[in-house]
């Protein structure tokens, strides 16, 4: 049972950065299984959104466009572990959203990359706070 533990988020004013860290354990996923890791949002009254998600098969990236040119979503893996990352910079008001890790261990994930309903784990979720 795979478990995802997010951390980094907080409050910051127009224009300003942060990182997210995602701890991921409990998964035998590897070297040697391709699979996705995503990060997700959702703002008090809207639908949640995917932001970014890798697949580790080729590392492949992909990002809403509302976030292109502003977020970049990293991965490091070891053996039984990994940490993903999203650096969010130039951060605006519209950002300001619960945002949540997740994992998609399907064969073809990279197929829903961004697709909230194909991703089976999740995390608890950090607070990003945008003031202008």
């Known amino acids: 049972q795979a478990q995802l533990v997010e951390s980094g988020g907080g409050s910051v004013q127009v224009g300003g950065s942060l990182r997210l860290s995602c701890a991921a354990s409990?998964?035998?996923?590897?070297?040697?299984?391709?699979?996705?890791m995503g990060w997700f949002r959702q703002a008090p009254g809207k639908e949640r959104e995917g932001v970014a998600s890798?697949?580790?098969?080729?590392?492949?990236?992909?990002?809403a466009d509302s976030v292109k040119g502003r977020f970049t979503i990293s991965q490091d893996i070891a053996k039984a572990t990994a940490t993903l990352y999203l650096q969010m910079d130039s951060l605006k008001p519209e950002d300001t959203a619960m945002y949540y890790c997740?994992?998609?261990?399907?064969?073809?994930?990279?197929?829903?990359?961004?697709?909230?309903?194909?991703?089976?784990?999740w995390g608890q979720g950090t607070q990003v706070t945008v003031s202008s």
């Open positions: 997740a994992l998609n261990t399907g064969f073809y994930c990279f197929m829903h990359a961004l697709a909230g309903p194909y991703y089976n784990f």
């Open positions: 409990g998964y035998s996923g590897s070297t040697d299984s391709n699979y996705c």
């Open positions: 890798i697949y580790t098969g080729g590392g492949t990236t992909y990002y």
